[in-house]
């Protein structure tokens, strides 16, 4: 049995696909296994993704489990994905990786395996262990803060030491403090509470990563932080259609937010995550109304204006409220 499986999903596109594998297949630990699941892509692509497993494999002399899922027009999506190659895993503990993104930090998992192993931690497993990852879009670097970038300056100031190694002991409070979340590509998951939370949620296609973050956080009982930035992250070009962020509306993408946060609020059993899921909700119900009443849908957009204010109330909103009610009665 390996210590870590590591997922990488992947649908069309097998040049960057094969940077992602490189990345994983780089790693200076050796004690894992690569699990690759297609989502059916086209069959143009199959002769592109064998040469690149192919070349992997011959490369770095490690075997790559490859699995090819049925092809379906927009794909069975990232969720249904990395649960497939979750269920495929013999390794004590699961890692992700988008196949458009990269892991940066060759000592990515044998940092890991050292926390994991430590006699610090005594009989206990650790359930989470979180680190960093930089954003780009089209080749820039994005400015932060994003996912966990402010959280090592939040635990040093509430007087939070990291270990010899740098890693930090984390709490549900902690996590729910800061702004962010962890990235499913900087992620460590003990694969026991993968399975007991159920995996990733098939129905959620964006911001899947967020979900399965508020789950596991909600019952994990041993999480560590590093610091450290392992990974890089491709923002995906608006401009192209062929990704998760690009290939559903902004619309669709608000639906999806709020029910991620629905789920927070109600069915977390952390006080605070349920705070966070319906402090957020609000915000994605308002966002929801000004997109409505940018494009005329006055109704709708009243409508969604009277959910975000019972849900996140203020004098401001109220007054918004009421004038798109105004606004509503003269539309069609």
């Avoid at 992250?233 to 937010?257: A, C, G, Y």
Wanted: hydrophobic residues 40%; glycine residues 6%; negative net charge.
């Amino acid at each position: 049995m390996p210590l870590f499986s590591i997922i990488i999903a992947t649908r069309d596109r097998p040049e960057l696909f094969g940077d992602a594998l490189n990345s994983v297949l780089s790693q200076s630990f050796e004690d894992l296994e690569v699990i690759v699941v297609n989502d059916g892509s086209a069959e143009a692509n199959g002769p592109a993704y064998d040469a690149t497993l192919s070349g992997a494999r011959q490369k770095f002399g490690r075997d790559v489990h490859y699995h090819k899922l049925i092809h379906r027009p927009r794909g069975h999506g990232q969720s249904y994905s990395f649960n497939y190659g979750a269920a495929q895993a013999t390794g004590q503990y699961i890692g992700f990786l988008d196949d458009d993104d990269t892991w940066t930090d060759p000592e990515h998992l044998a940092a890991a395996a050292r926390t994991l192993a430590s006699p610090a931690n005594g009989p206990n497993a650790i359930d989470l262990y979180m680190t960093r990852q930089a954003a780009f879009l089209l080749d820039k670097p994005q400015p932060g803060p994003i996912w966990l970038d402010t959280l090592e300056q939040e635990l040093l100031g509430r007087g939070v030491s990291p270990d010899a190694e740098g890693i930090f002991d984390v709490s549900v409070g902690d996590l729910m403090a800061t702004n962010g979340f962890c990235h499913l590509n900087t992620f460590i998951i003990r694969r026991d509470l993968y399975e007991t939370v159920g995996g990733m949620d098939e129905g959620i296609r964006w911001e899947c990563d967020r979900d399965i973050f508020l789950r596991l956080v909600d019952s994990a009982k041993i999480m560590k932080f590093s610091p450290q930035v392992i990974s890089r992250h491709n923002i995906p070009d608006p401009s192209k259609s062929n990704n998760m962020t690009t290939s559903v509306s902004m619309l669709e993408k608000r639906l999806f937010q709020v029910r991620v946060l629905d789920k927070a609020a109600l069915l977390s059993a952390h006080p605070s995550i349920r705070n966070h899921g319906q402090r957020h909700k609000a915000f994605v119900l308002k966002k929801i109304t000004e997109e409505l009443a940018e494009n005329s849908r006055y109704r709708d957009a009243a409508r969604y204006a009277r959910e975000a204010l019972g849900t996140g109330p203020s004098i401001k909103w109220l007054a918004y409220t009421m004038w798109l009610s105004f606004r509503s009665a003269f539309s069609r």
